[in-house]
């Protein structure tokens, strides 16, 4: 299978989205795709099915359309409900239709075998059962049993109808369906959002196993690094390929700028010294051949554009001009928060200057908890009590704070209404709100516009402790890092919720996870967190397996326990050594000459790819053995 698409361009109601698209997909690949907000990601997902969109590009080379083979494309606007009244548990076995009809067939012939059991059924029940295992037939109810479970839905939902759901809740089973239909190319647009940590793990290790191909566009950089090996990066209505994950390919752009940044600035500084030569002694008869021959060089020259930086203006703000807390900001003591049932309890203590996140699957109480400290709720049981000079400011993940009908001026002055309009528009200004602009309605804002505008009003006060809830949602990159870089030199206290990994592991300096109807305490980062889960988790499994050989005999029991052990720490030193080895490889794409030559960088790809298949069985081999 490959599906090509060269030199095309796109236009909505006269005005140009993307003007030289180039884009390769083969059946293994696994692309992600970045850009600003607006850059036309989504545009360009929509285009590689609805082929009409497309037009000739501002390129020399032809605009191609090119698929080889029958492929399928699978995106999430595409999908649909068999019917209102049906059951979760009936609309995901429709993505399953071969093998459903099989067991069908299946059930009849093991029925006509109670009163015939001819060669002629007998071979026919035979060739069913082949394809029915081809299909995945013994695997397929507990790839989407848990595939429910790890989304979040319960085993009382199951038999719910479809018309019951939420919308959220309807998104995110229309997404599960998609994913078990597995088409040959995977088109999924910003797919972790609204996914706890938990979830989004998952995701990204079924999508590691991904046999098919799938293009991504995301703005969870973990997420890409972990899954992609090709990134297209959308900048000034172009396509540009880099091989590599998402660290990769940001070392490539930066490196490739300062490169042709260098190149360019030599050939212009060259090119004054040549006309200097030639104003200096185009007159003098002596000369003026020379003089004559620097001109022609410069005119034989490739001349080179200057390279054009990403556009990086983004919102800024000094937020440490505040009135500093004193040294205990919050203590919570026996706090239960919940609604009509307790969801979780908490005993805590939260000093000056600490940056903690809250971490835990979609629905333990992890908002309730923030709403709860804010006032917005009333905690069930226990007490919360702040310390001295406590300056608080909320964001709200669902931007409810604001009033849709106000223009962004009057939204600002509404909660700042002693503030000069120019001292309004000063601040506006910072979160990239000037001119017209602080004219605009906020029911016409983007997500990302409303949640600089909230951030803006939120900041603005100067606080000293912030709590946020799912701040990076409806971020671009470069918001997300600015944000990050903004709230690390915040020298506050903060609380936040965030299913962003790479924005806990960067800012986190400690830990609460809520999970088991409670919270618990991490006095560490996020790296640290995650080591010492690991570790947990497998101390568990290892207990679980000594547990186990119980049932045996003293003799075999031990004998078994310690050939495991010893088979485990096999295992083990086995994958740690090809991690290293990856590790190594990994930085070898990084240097300068692997990554401009393109045959050397995917020889090391390859390899790359290999080893992950090798730690692949290696760990499936590992679980075995704890079974």
């Known amino acids: 299978m490959k599906y090509v698409i060269k030199n095309a361009a796109i236009s909505l109601n006269g005005n140009s989205i993307l003007d030289e698209i180039n884009i390769e997909i083969t059946d293994k690949s696994h692309i992600g795709i970045v850009g600003k907000n607006g850059a036309g990601k989504t545009t360009l997902l929509n285009a590689l099915i609805h082929n009409e969109m497309l037009e000739e590009g501002m390129e020399e080379t032809p605009f191609l359309i090119q698929k ?21 548990l009936e609309e995901i076995r429709c993505a399953f239709p071969e093998i459903i009809a099989i067991e069908r067939k299946m059930e009849e012939y093991l029925k006509k075998m109670e009163t015939n059991s001819s060669e002629k ?42 018309k019951d759901f939420s919308g959220g809740e309807r998104t995110k089973l229309a997404f599960l369906k998609l994913l078990l239909q597995e088409p040959d190319i995977l088109l999924l647009d910003e797919p972790t959002n609204h996914l706890d940590i938990e979830a989004i793990i998952w995701l990204e290790n079924y999508l590691k196993n991904y046999k098919k191909a799938f293009v991504i566009v995301s703005h969870d950089r973990m997420f890409l690094d972990n899954i992609v090996s090709t990134i297209y990066d959308i900048s000034y209505k172009t396509t540009q390929k880099y091989v590599g994950n998402y660290s990769t390919y940001e070392h490539q752009k930066r490196e490739n700028y300062e490169r042709n940044l260098k190149n360019y600035e030599r050939q212009q500084k060259e090119i004054k010294r040549l006309r200097e030569l030639y104003e200096k002694f185009r007159y003098k008869p002596s000369k003026a051949s020379m003089a004559l021959s620097k001109l022609h060089m410069i005119e034989r020259m490739e001349i080179l554009e200057k390279p054009r930086k990403e556009n990086e203006k983004t919102f800024k703000m ?13 203590t919570c003591k026996d706090l239960v928060v919940g609604y009509q049932k307790p969801l979780a309890k908490l005993n805590l203590e939260i000093n000056k200057g600490q940056k903690i996140a809250i971490i835990g699957a979609n629905g333990t109480g992890k908002s309730t908890f923030l709403k709860t400290i804010e006032g917005l709720l009333k905690p069930l049981s226990g007490s919360i009590s702040f310390g001295y000079h406590i300056n608080m400011a909320y964001f709200d993940q669902n931007l409810k704070m604001l009033d849709e009908h106000h223009t962004i001026l009057e939204e600002f002055k509404c909660t700042y209404p002693n503030a000069l309009e ?24 983007s997500g990302g516009e409303k949640v600089r505008l909230l951030l803006c009003k939120i900041l603005y006060s100067k606080p000293n402790f912030l709590l946020l809830d799912e701040p990076t949602n409806h971020m671009d990159l470069i918001g997300k890092e600015k944000l990050e870089n903004i709230l690390e030199s915040y020298k506050g206290t903060i ?19 809520f999970e088991n109807e409670g919270a618990n305490v991490y006095h560490c980062n996020y790296t640290d967190y995650l080591e010492k889960r690991n570790n947990e988790i497998k101390e568990e499994n290892l207990t ?19 050939e495991n052990q010893k088979e485990l720490r096999k295992i083990e030193k086995k994958i740690e050594k090809l991690e290293n080895e990856k590790k190594t490889l990994n930085e070898e794409l990084l240097k300068e000459d692997v990554f401009n030559d393109y045959k050397k960088a995917s020889q090391i790809n390859d390899h790359i790819t290999k080893l992950n298949k090798e730690i692949q069985g290696l760990e499936k081999e590992w679980e075995k053995l704890l079974e």
């Open 68 to 88: 080889i083979g029958t492929f399928t494309i699978g995106y999430l606007e595409q999908v649909s409900f068999t019917s209102e009244e049906t059951t979760l």
């Open 121 to 162: 059924i007998i071979i026919e029940y035979t060739n069913l059962l082949d394809r029915y295992e081809v299909l995945g037939g013994y695997t397929y109810k507990k790839e989407y049993e848990t595939m429910l479970k790890k989304f979040g839905f319960s085993e009382e939902e199951k038999t719910k109808k479809i």
């Open 318 to 330: 000094n937020l440490n001009k505040m009135e500093p807390s004193g040294k205990v900001v919050l």
């Open 422 to 445: 120019s001292e309004a528009k000063s601040a506006l200004g910072a979160f990239l709100f000037s001119g017209e602009e602080t004219k605009k309605r906020v029911n016409v804002l």
């Open 495 to 513: 609380l936040f919720v965030s299913h962003d990994r790479y924005f806990v592991k960067k800012l986190a300096t400690d830990l609460v996870v």
């Open 544 to 562: 679980k397996n000594i547990l186990a050989t119980k049932t045996k005999n003293s003799k075999e029991k031990n004998k078994d326990a310690k």
